[in-house]
């Protein structure tokens, strides 16, 4: 009983032995096995130990300062055509969607009782006009009486006083005159802008009457130019008036210039850009034309409205829409992709590719953002940026570097090229977009 502790001692201080024994024997001969030079990772070109990554290019070009809104398409005039008198249609001289110039006559009423009402106001003021040269001649024949002491002076009074009132009454006649012809006009209606009348809510035979609501008798908004109305947070106000405002020689504003990208129909044709590259989308060119006094406090919003021409009716009044201001131009900014930029905490950095081909960490200042690309401060133009794979890295790390996928498009040709031309795999660096 007693040996048995003893034994059982004696077993495991064994066991440790033999796996100290098997473990040095272990190192030892993968020493041995690796003396021999390191073989290079399948697909590998550089140094070992190199981490591929995906690099961009910094750029130095013009930045154009943006701000976008959604907008709503605005007739600069709109009006709703109604009669101004009580009578019947006789002639429609417009049709559903015509377009019409500014005089152009649309409707015709019964006019028989206003022309008539017309001539009734000449007949008197010709009839007054009779009278009046009577009484000038009996004022005249009185002055000559009192002049030969055949009359009083109250008689040439008298004589003078009635024709002043002639006179008084041939001006009353004029104005009647004038009245009536007013009142004759109603009876034609004419375009008063050029434009595109809507639908026509009267016909030949149709009774109409002076009011100021119900159904017009034709809708006409102008096409061309047009405006777009458009909202900014009052965050936006101060860049939008610091573009309106003269500079300090005192020269004319330059209103800033606004883009509305009509969207494309899906399937639909496609244009091409000067290059033949990728299909752009159609855009329409204006200027800002009004800024609001006011700032809409329930909203936080200002509204600022901007005028295009419009000669080949790509924008609709009443239609809905992206807009995109230019307040200014960033001159020789250095853009590199949003994705490229590390966020810690406040600070913002970027991997580069030094002259050893190792990552280096620079900190850069954000200025301005606009789609997937960034301005920033701290890196020059020509600089290799990492864009893929820089969440490995440390300072100092050795790196192998390719086209980053920022346009793959444009990875795929410049690719293309390098393999064209016998190159290796590797591309050193690939342009933004």
């Known amino acids: 009983m007693r040996r048995k502790p003893l034994v059982l001692s004696l077993i495991v201080v064994l066991l440790v032995a033999g796996g100290g024994w098997w473990w040095k024997s272990r190192a030892a001969s993968r020493e041995g096995g690796g003396a021999g030079p390191t073989a290079a990772a399948p697909g590998a070109s550089g140094p070992a130990g190199a981490q591929t990554v995906g690099v ?29 008198t009580t009578s019947t249609i006789r002639d429609v001289l417009v049709h559903d969607g015509q377009t019409v110039t500014r005089g152009q006559v649309l409707f015709r009423f019964d006019e028989r009782a206003d ?9 008197q003021l010709a009839r007054d006009k009779a009278a009046l040269g ?8 009185a002055k000559d009486l009192l002049a030969q002491h055949f009359v009083a002076q109250s008689a040439v009074d008298t ?6 009132g002639g006179r008084s009454l041939i001006d009353a006649d004029a104005a009647a005159v004038d009245s009536a012809s007013v009142a004759l006009s109603y009876n034609e209606i004419r375009a008063p802008f050029s434009g595109r009348a809507g639908a026509v809510n009267v016909w030949p035979g149709s009774l109409v009457q002076a009011s100021a609501t119900g159904t ?24 939008v008036l610091d573009a309106m405002r003269p500079g300090a020689t ?20 496609s244009r091409q850009d000067s290059k033949g590259g990728k299909s752009v989308e159609s855009v329409a060119s204006g200027k800002l034309t009004f800024v609001d006094n006011l700032v809409d406090a329930s909203t936080g919003t200002i509204k ?25 131009s960033m001159k020789d900014a250095i853009v590199i992709p949003q994705a490229a930029i590390i966020l810690r905490g406040n600070d913002r950095q970027v991997y580069v590719v030094g002259p050893d081909k190792t990552a280096q960490l620079k900190p850069v200042k954000l200025r301005y953002t606009f789609g997937e690309m960034a301005v920033v401060d701290g890196v020059d133009a020509g600089a290799t940026v990492v864009l893929d794979g820089k969440q490995n890295l440390r300072p100092g790390t050795p790196l192998r570097t390719q086209p980053a996928a920022v346009d793959p498009a444009a990875a795929a040709r410049l690719a293309a090229a390098s393999a064209a031309a016998g190159g290796g795999a590797s591309v050193t660096d690939i342009a933004a977009p």
């Open 56 to 84: 961009v290019t910094a750029q130095r070009r013009d930045v154009p300062v943006t701000v976008e809104a959604s907008g709503t398409v605005t007739p600069i005039n709109q009006v709703d055509l109604r009669a101004q």
């Open 115 to 123: 022309r008539a009402n017309l001539d009734k106001a000449r007949a």
């Open 134 to 141: 009577d009484l000038q001649r009996q004022y005249e024949r």
């Open 159 to 164: 004589a003078l006083a009635s024709l002043q």
């Open 216 to 239: 017009p008798l034709v809708n006409i908004v102008q096409i061309d130019p047009i405006a777009i109305s458009f909202n900014l947070p009052e965050t936006e106000l101060a860049p």
């Open 250 to 269: 005192g020269a004319q504003v330059t209103p800033p210039e606004v883009q509305v990208v009509l969207p494309s129909i899906e399937g639909g044709p």
């Open 304 to 328: 600022l409205k901007a005028e295009f021409t419009n000669d080949a009716q790509k924008l609709w009044p009443g239609q809905y829409l992206r807009v995109r201001m230019t307040l200014r």
